[in-house]
């Protein structure tokens, strides 16, 4: 794991002059850990240093947003209604709101690179039910837009005093993971509500194994209302999974903010510098590789198809020239169970190449798709199902 204060390159600007490319910062986190209060920080301490972020709101299902949104998912879909003419629950309202969403995501993206010059960051607000965006179909369109247009960064709110027994800490943690290995985007934990509670514990925990242990060990002693009730396979879980959990706290920023009292925010845009060198350094030539690889595996696939249906092409033939010695047998006494050839079989041959580049054809039109058009006619889909 690694604090801001121990890294002096994080206060280099965040986008290099050459580069003048702006950050999104996505902040993600449990419904009721202060994300929409942490923002309205941010936007205020940035407007203050005159340097105004690009808001964009993805919570369809927020009442009321305390600052400006310049892209609000809530102006392109209603969020009500979706639920009525879907039928839906609010968490299936959600998703679909965001599916909708998605098949705008080209245009939000163009707006962003038009504007780019101008931005420095764009901060990202998403619902509350995180698995609504972390783990949808659209989610993953989404932030993956974003991602490959701008270095991006997940800002992970944590409510603090709620996180500070071993269980729900550890609970946190194991969540942040999955949202780490899901989004594979650099990320940092913002320990939110530290007026209420320092946040100098996690720190501890997360660099010193045994004082994880210590703290697991005094919190069944104590009885505390979330400890794990004294059941010894429940501890040495926790225990287990702390030792596990060390080297994806390597991967980690941890910054402890108050957004009620704006504490903590200089700190948190340090740590933001420092996750955007991660990002040029890892994780752009990381995405870039995956790109790649899944674009390698179509051509190899598309070969492996056509290996295939070729291999198939010759067992028909082989069985239909079983059936023509039958009917020779039958037909044909004078030959005497010998296969002359059949004067058709130049033209066979020729059937055969033509319909192999037939094939080839097919597959390469299919496979020269690019997951571009596939997301289009997923958007396309998505809008022609909204009627
Ligand atoms: N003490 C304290 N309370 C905070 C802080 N940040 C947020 N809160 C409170 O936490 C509650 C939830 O804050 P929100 O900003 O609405 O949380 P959210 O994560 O956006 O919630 P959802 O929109 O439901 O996902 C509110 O009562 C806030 O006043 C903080 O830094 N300190």
């Not at 009292?261 to 752009?284: N, S």
């Not at 037909?331 to 004067?343: P, T």
Request: charged share 30%; net charge negative; with cysteine.
């Amino acid at each position: 794991m690694s604090t801001t204060s121990p890294v002096p390159a994080a206060a280099e600007p965040i986008a290099s002059p050459a580069k003048k490319q702006p950050v999104n910062i996505v902040c993600i986190g449990m419904a009721g850990s202060g994300k929409t209060t942490f923002m309205q920080r941010l936007n205020a301490h940035l407007h203050a240093a005159k340097e105004p972020p690009y808001i964009v709101n993805l919570d369809p299902a927020v009442k009321n947003v305390p600052f400006d949104r310049n892209i609000d998912i809530r102006d392109s879909v209603n969020y009500k209604e979706v639920m009525t003419q879907y039928n839906l629950g609010p968490n299936g309202g959600i998703m679909t709101s965001l599916n909708l969403f998605a098949t705008k995501i080209d245009q939000v993206i163009g707006i962003l690179e038009k504007r780019a010059d101008s931005l420095t960051r764009v901060l990202v607000d998403t619902p509350g039910q995180i698995e609504c965006f972390v783990w949808s179909a659209s989610g993953a369109i989404i932030t993956d837009a974003l991602a490959s247009t701008f270095p991006t960064v997940i800002a992970y709110v944590i409510d603090t005093p709620r996180t500070a027994q071993p269980a729900t800490f550890m609970a946190n943690m194991l969540y942040a993971c999955s949202i780490l290995y899901k989004t594979k985007l650099p990320m940092i934990l913002v320990f939110n509500k530290t007026d209420a509670h320092d946040a100098e514990f996690a720190k501890e925990w997360m660099t010193d194994f045994e004082a994880f242990q210590t703290a697991l060990r005094a919190s069944e002693e104590n009885g505390d209302d979330e400890a794990i009730g004294g059941s010894g396979y429940m501890g040495s879980l926790l225990n287990s999974m702390s030792l596990m959990l060390d080297e994806f706290y390597n991967h980690l920023d941890l910054v402890g903010v108050s957004a009620m009292t704006g504490a903590g925010i200089d700190e948190f845009l340090k740590a933001v510098d420092g996750k955007v060198e991660e990002y040029e350094k890892d994780y752009k030539p990381e995405m870039e590789k995956a790109r790649a690889k899944r674009e390698e595996d179509k051509v190899k696939n598309k070969q492996k198809e056509l290996d295939r249906l070729m291999k198939d092409l010759a067992v028909g033939k082989k069985e239909e020239q079983a059936d023509v010695i039958s009917d020779l047998d039958t037909d044909d006494e004078d030959n005497q169970g010998m296969v002359e050839r059949d004067e058709d079989e130049v033209v066979n041959e020729q059937d055969e190449e033509t319909l192999q580049k037939r094939y080839e054809k097919a597959l390469g039109d299919s496979g020269s798709r690019s997951t571009k058009e596939e997301e289009e006619s997923l958007q396309r889909y998505l809008q022609k199902s909204q009627g």
